[in-house]
């Protein structure tokens, strides 16, 4: 199930940007955060396809969306210009962001290559 975040549950979950300097993920698996708006078609296109991702993958990633109209610090602080941006985040190493609305398999082989996640 695709979880919306807030900034605290952002710092729960993901990064607790007010205590660290150095990025360390908070996480226990790997994440994709989709940063979307409601008003954006390309971000409307992409939303079922993380739904049904985050059904083949459950247990084994988490999917999270964050609001960027809502959630403007949270997008400021990753400098998000356009969406949908997606932020892969492994749990070593550094989250990659990739733009715009990907298909299916794209998302597929991203999951694997970057967050070293099988379904």
């Known amino acids: 199930m695709v979880e919306f975040l807030t900034k605290e549950t952002f710092k729960e979950k993901v990064f607790d940007y007010e205590n660290n300097k150095e990025w360390k993920f908070e996480g226990d698996k790997p994440c994709l955060i989709d940063f979307y708006a409601d008003w954006c078609q390309p971000c409307k296109m992409v939303a079922p396809i993380l739904e049904e991702l985050s059904e083949e993958y459950d247990g084994k990633l988490d999917i999270y969306k964050i609001d960027t109209e809502d959630q403007r610090e ?46």
């Open 74 to 119: 949270l997008a400021g602080m990753f400098g998000i210009q356009s969406i949908p941006s997606l932020l892969f985040v492994p749990t070593d190493g550094q989250p990659q962001m990739a733009q715009g609305a990907l298909p299916k398999d794209t998302f597929e082989r991203a999951i694997k290559d970057v967050l070293k996640v099988e379904k």
